[in-house]
Nanobody, 119 residues
Framework: QVQVVESGGGLVQAGGSRRLSCAAS????????MGWYRQAPGKQRELVAT???????NYADSVKGRFTISRDNAKTTVYLQMNSLKPEDTAVYYC?????????????WGQGSQVTVSS
């Protein structure tokens, strides 16, 4: 069984910073791409950033230069450092991990973390 657990959401003022964390645990053989997505009220879920097991990163244009995605050495935890936050960054942020277990390889999602940026 695999668990993907997020932490770090909350309320922050515009211009401030916040760091999200996401840890995968359980009967894991390997974790491939990990990433962050977000969904604002009334909008579709969108990609924020991804990082491969080799460290290659990809960012949405809207967060480039402000957000940084990283992984720990064990490659089971992914972080999203968010700087210069804007009200339009307000959303529920979801962690995604592509994980290989004895049952095969598929995507797992975290429970979601609310990030609210006040103006």
């Amino acid at each position: 069984q695999v668990q993907v657990v997020e932490s770090g959401g909350g309320l922050v003022q515009a211009g401030g910073s916040r760091r999200l964390s996401c840890a995968a645990s359980g009967s894991i053989i390997s974790i491939f791409i990990m990433g962050w997505y977000r969904q604002a009220p009334g909008k579709q879920r969108e990609l924020v950033a991804t990082i491969s097991s080799g460290g290659d990163t990809n960012y949405a244009d809207s967060v480039k230069g402000r957000f940084t995605i990283s992984r720990d050495n064990a490659k089971t935890t992914v972080y999203l450092q968010m700087n210069s936050l804007k009200p339009e960054d307000t959303a529920v942020y979801y962690c995604n991990a592509n994980i290989w277990t004895s049952g095969g390889r598929r995507d797992y999602w975290g429970q979601g973390s609310q990030v609210t940026v006040s103006s």
